[in-house]
């Protein structure tokens, strides 16, 4: 298969109008963080639990059609022996894997930040393809102050991103391109459209000047909220804001936008995704959703490691993935929680 077949074919898998993507690719200091918080001990053991936990619950495929995991988890099994990401794919779920080394200060840019792990990445990747990973992710992080994000912490995020896109999509991998806009601070909604129209501007002005494929990528990005210390605006506001960013700064040549969380609640992050598809056909890319804690959070609290737990750990991930499979089609309503 060409290079091009390969990238169409995982497109074609990984999108259509209903089902979105499980980011269960925390860092092994992010998962303990979050384990901790829901009284879960930390362990290699623990994590592969978890993890297969995701992944064997039961018609997870009619609702997730990929999964980004964590390096880590490319070298596990199942009880039963099973690779991990094939597991996954059995399932009807496409493995992917998380490829940034995360991330530090931007010297030159005070307050702003840039991600690491472009060095050897193409044999990196080639290690991933065998283990059986077809899709990449790849996080830049924008802090929202009066003077961050800086226009040299834009142009180098930007860089960063499209760099990782060319190599990823060079060696047969969809790249996720996830420019995270963070939710702290406090401020206001009209800031915060203001940052999200610049940091999409750049990233798309990056993609075109190295020549990336629009149509073999998929856009992970923030919504538009006031910051976090000003409390949630209405889902309406939400979509109409986020809407006219990404029309105004994504290509319609790009298959999809698969929102990331970023602290919002379960509820939340269900309500925005569903304000955003009351019509569909107006958008011109599908838009769904690629979410870490609003998929997890009620799967660790319920699962909280022991194994007693593990079919209702499974019901409350259904019921999650569920409700955002309501939501991507307008159909999503709080009394369904
Ligand atoms: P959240 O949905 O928890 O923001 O995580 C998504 C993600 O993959 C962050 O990189």
Known sequence: ????????????????????????????????????????????ETRRQYRQLLMSADNVGDYISGIILYEETLTQKSDDGKWL????????????????????????????????????????LREYKKQGARFTKWREVYN??????????????????????????????????EPEVLIDGDHTMERSEEVNREVLHSVFHALHEHGASLEH???????????????????????EATLRVLKRTVPAAVPAIM???????????????????VNP??????????????LQQPVMDTWKGNPDQVAGAQDAFIKRAKLNTLAREGQYSADQE
């Open 144 to 177: 929202i102050t009066d003077r961050n994000p800086t226009a040299l912490g834009l142009k180098a995020n930007a860089e960063m991103l499209a760099r990782y896109a060319m190599v990823c999509q060079q060696e047969g991998f969809v790249p996720i391109v």
């Open 1 to 44: 298969m060409s290079v091009k077949d390969e990238l169409q074919k995982t497109i074609e898998d990984m999108v259509d109008d209903r089902r979105g993507l499980l980011a269960a690719d925390e860092s092994t200091g992010t998962i303990t963080k979050r384990f901790e918080a829901a009284g879960i001990e930390s362990t290699e």
């Open 217 to 239: 990528m998929i856009l992970k990005p923030s919504m538009v909220t006031p910051g976090k210390a000003n409390g949630m605006a209405a889902p309406e506001a939400v979509a």
């Open 281 to 294: 056909a107006a958008n011109p890319w599908h838009v769904g959703f690629s979410y870490a804690r609003a």
């Open 85 to 124: 990401p094939e597991l996954a794919a059995s399932q009807g779920v496409v493995p992917g894997i998380k490829v940034d080394k995360g991330k530090g200060p931007l010297p030159g840019a005070e307050g702003d930040e840039i991600t690491y792990g472009l060095d050897g990445l193409a044999e990196r």
């Open 259 to 277: 929102f990331l969380s970023g602290g919002q609640t379960p509820e939340q992050a269900s309500a925005n995704l569903n304000a955003m598809n």
